[in-house]
């Protein structure tokens, strides 16, 4: 039996309750991924910790303060060596106050429109090095040499409902 444990460069999806998680699942809907039940992500680091971005920038924060929210791991689903986990987690420590931007949202939802503004707004997030959460994950995975997509797209474009989607399709739920 193979153990599916969350560890160190494991990554996440939760349900974010109130306003900024019915916001965030409106916003996914939009944008073709449908009703999702996860609108955050963070990749774990050890300890008990992980990072994930936030409003006031990437932070460091106990994994505790998701009990009791629904978490879906990639754990068991995302097939990682020891090397892979430690440049994940280095990669995570590395982005530590990188900044949130709302224009990521933007970028997405532009992208699906296939709006003549999204390759400017896609140059200017990427340019400003911001990240929202599933941003950050996916970024953390391509620096350690791990697509997690096989469209191979910009970490900008992935949602968190896009994570929890693959991790679904990766058990078949």
Not at 6 to 22: E, K, S, W
Not at 40 to 56: I, K, N, S, T, Y
Not at 76 to 91: E, H, S, V
Request: charged share 20%; net charge neutral; hydrophobic share 35%.
């Amino acid at each position: 039996m193979t153990d599916t444990s969350p560890r160190p460069g494991d990554f996440a999806v939760v349900r974010m309750d109130g306003r900024t998680g019915r916001l965030i699942r409106i916003g996914q809907f939009l944008n073709g991924d449908g009703f999702s039940d996860y609108e955050h992500a963070f990749v774990l680091v050890g300890d008990g910790l992980l990072v994930e971005a936030q409003p006031g920038g990437a932070a460091l924060s106990p994994l505790g303060n998701y009990d009791g929210h629904p978490v879906l791991w990639s754990s068991g689903r995302i097939p990682l060596t020891d090397d892979q986990r430690t440049a994940i987690t280095t990669a995570a420590r590395s982005y530590l106050g990188t900044p949130y931007s709302f224009a990521d949202y933007l970028a997405l939802g532009a992208a699906r429109l296939r709006l003549p503004a999204g390759p400017l707004l896609r140059r200017y997030v990427a340019s400003t090095k911001h990240m929202i959460c599933s941003q950050l994950v996916d970024q953390c995975y391509q620096d350690a040499g791990v697509h997690l997509f096989e469209d191979h797209r910009w970490p900008g474009y992935v949602t968190p409902a896009d994570l929890a989607n693959l991790l679904n399709r990766r058990t078949g739920g």
